[in-house]
């Protein structure tokens, strides 16, 4: 089998594969795990002394908030895009979760999108709008966007985007996925 990544140009690769990084998420991420490293502190040296409960109050709210931005941003630093004879599979962050596999059969076409922002869909991460779709938005920068047979959209924000457009309607012009080139 055949990898294609992005930069590659093959015209009919068995396997597509692009992402996109932000960098910026990594910064955020380290806010995270300074408001745990702080929830730590208080908790293990602490000289308040107006009690127990503002105190655990104070570590507790530390270290869910580090938790909350640290997880958060970690699921979104990048998006991993594969496009394979039978679907689509978006992966994000190093866990690859949220994940969300759209088989070819489901897609009526594939448009390059050269300027996809996080204003434009409320922020980064995996959003919805009920006028625009579904998106996954780890940077402001090129995407895909997949016009999906039940009427609804899906953009995924990924380097190289016109290769995987081409790659995805090549396949569907092959006509069932699956089929051989």
């Not at 059969?105 to 869909?121: I, K, M, Q």
Request: aromatic share 6%.
């Amino acid at each position: 089998m055949r990898e294609h990544s992005q930069g590659e140009h093959a015209p009919h690769p068995d396997v597509w594969t692009g992402r996109a990084t932000n960098r910026v998420q990594w910064l955020l991420a380290l806010v995270g795990a300074a408001c745990m490293a702080l929830g730590i502190e208080l908790a293990v040296d602490s000289a308040w002394t107006s009690g127990a409960a503002p105190l655990a109050m104070a570590v507790v709210g530390c270290i869910a908030a580090g938790l909350l931005v640290l997880f958060g941003t970690l699921a979104f630093v990048h998006v991993a895009l594969k496009v394979d004879k039978e679907s689509l599979e978006v992966r994000c962050g190093h866990m690859g979760v949220p994940r969300r596999r759209i088989p070819l059969s489901h897609v009526a076409g594939a448009d390059f999108a050269p300027l996809v922002t996080p204003r434009h869909w409320g922020g980064w991460g995996y959003r919805w709008r009920p006028e625009k779709g579904t998106a996954v938005v780890v940077r402001r920068g090129e995407g895909v966007v997949l016009r999906l047979w039940d009427g609804h959209t899906f953009t995924i924000t990924v380097d190289d985007a016109e290769a995987a457009v081409r790659v995805i309607r090549d396949r569907l012009r092959a006509g069932t996925p699956g089929t051989a080139h």
